[in-house]
């Protein structure tokens, strides 16, 4: 097995390692997430999937993508089931907004490259309400969970690297995915230490 295919593979695995523990929390009952907000996290990952395919046209490249997207789209149609449902935030409008853009200017320039550039910063935006909910209550998410996503996203972008060919367009899906994850990771360690300092004073 050549490396760019080893690191492909894990690549899903690790991002289906990621949705299981994440589901499992939803099942349990730990982790209550916005049906609606999820149905707009499906719609910017259709069209990050379709445009890296016609952008990268190399299916190692976009295999953790495609397995994201269908674990993404499962888990808006389990929380519609359970009736998770409350209005999108701010952020997440905004997020909607530039999604929607995105595929307009893909349609309209008929450049993939400018609307997967541009459905960067909707991803950027819609983390921004993942980290306030991490600032807000880190128990409520699961550590396990999002170091399986980073994990995923640092072996897709070692897959893009290992395949080569690698332009900017290539390159910045899964490196600012890789960076965004790992920095709710971190968030949700920082912040439990701090909730945990404040616990420790209280006592004392």
């Not at 390692?17 to 209550?32: A, D, K, Q, S």
């Not at 395949?163 to 490196?175: D, T, V």
Request: net charge positive; hydrophobic share 55%; aromatic share 14%.
């Amino acid at each position: 097995m050549n490396a760019p295919l080893f690191f492909s593979l894990l690549s899903g695995v690790f991002i289906l390692l990621g949705y299981f523990v994440y589901n499992r929390g939803i099942f349990l009952g730990t982790c209550r997430p916005n049906a609606v907000s999820w149905g707009v996290w499906t719609m910017t990952s259709v069209i990050n999937l379709t445009s890296y395919f016609v952008i990268t046209d190399d299916v190692l490249k976009v295999g953790m993508s495609a397995v994201s997207t269908l674990a993404c789209l499962l888990t808006f149609i389990f929380l519609l089931g359970k009736r998770n449902c409350a209005p999108l935030s701010f952020v997440e409008k905004i997020t909607l907004g530039i999604g929607i853009i995105s595929a307009l200017a893909w349609w309209q320039f008929h450049s993939a490259v400018s609307g997967n550039l541009i459905l960067q910063s909707a991803i950027i935006a819609g983390f921004i309400s993942t980290y306030q909910s991490i600032w807000k209550n880190p128990q409520r998410e699961s550590l396990v969970a999002w170091a399986f996503f980073t994990l995923a996203y640092a072996s897709l972008a070692t897959t893009v690297v290992l395949c080569g060919n690698g332009s900017l367009p290539e390159l910045a899906y899964p490196f600012l995915g890789l960076a965004l994850h790992f920095a709710s990771a971190f968030l949700i360690v920082v912040r439990r230490r701090f909730v945990r300092l404040d616990i420790i004073q209280q006592i004392m």
